[in-house]
């Protein structure tokens, strides 16, 4: 079974480009979530969709941030114009609705912005 | 507000040596407990969880954690420590699983030769 996985693994940006991370949650989970990890601090809580839905998105920090899961399958999450404090990791998980298991994470994205 | 707290930055402890990481949660009806490690340029993945029953859980790598209701916490241990298990520990809370995963500030454990 695949995992949750992440696109790209890695990406440098300048200042004021736009960039589009992509999560494809593992196949059935309906809860996916996104969560940003600052250098050195805590993993914050961004977002969480519940299929198409935003449940959630009292995380996201302005309006340069975007996310979306049309269908209820990937998830986009798109920063434009891209700052410098916009640099971390940036995590996706996915867990099922029901069951109250853990999420699972994908590998993370390692967002630079120059 | 709901929150979890890991107090210790940083953990040190000696090969062969038991470890104790810490993790309080704030209370909010019966949340769901969860610990997650991450090495070195890799995602988190999942160490073991606390949903209900037995209050000591046994997850991967040896790890287990007891859940305290009286005092809300889910401290992390192992009876003995490998130099392979050095790495970020994050403690985790849910509160129902149409909810937001709450982590703690993550404990970086060191273990020494």
């Known amino acids: 079974e695949a995992g949750v996985t992440q696109f790209p693994s890695h990406s440098v940006i300048e200042k004021g480009q736009t960039v589009t991370l992509r999560c494809d949650p593992i196949s059935g989970h309906d809860n996916l979530y996104w969560y940003r990890r600052v250098m050195g601090k805590e993993i914050k809580f961004l977002l969480h969709f519940v299929k198409e839905s935003k449940q959630d998105e009292s995380g996201m920090p302005n309006n340069r941030f975007l996310a979306e899961r049309t269908g209820g399958t990937y998830s986009t999450l798109k920063v434009q114009p891209a700052e410098l404090e916009d640099s971390g990791v940036y995590f996706c998980?996915?867990?099922?609705?029901?069951?109250?298991?853990?999420?699972?994470f994908g590998q993370g994205t390692r967002l630079t912005v120059v | 507000a709901q929150s979890v707290a890991q107090p210790e930055d940083q953990v040190n402890v000696a090969e062969g040596n038991p470890l104790t990481v810490k993790c309080t949660y704030s209370v909010s009806g019966n949340p769901y407990l969860f610990w997650y490690v991450q090495y070195p340029n890799r995602g988190l993945q999942f160490l073991l969880k606390y949903i209900t029953g037995d209050n000591l859980v046994k997850g991967s790598y040896g790890f287990e954690a007891e859940f305290n209701k009286s005092q809300t916490s889910f401290h992390l241990k192992k009876p003995s420590a490998l130099v392979s298990d050095s790495a970020l520990y994050f403690c985790a809370v849910l509160y129902s699983s149409a909810s937001k995963i709450i982590f703690g500030s993550g404990t970086r454990l060191s273990i020494r030769p």
């Open positions: 998980a996915s867990s099922p609705l029901t069951g109250n298991t853990e999420a699972f």
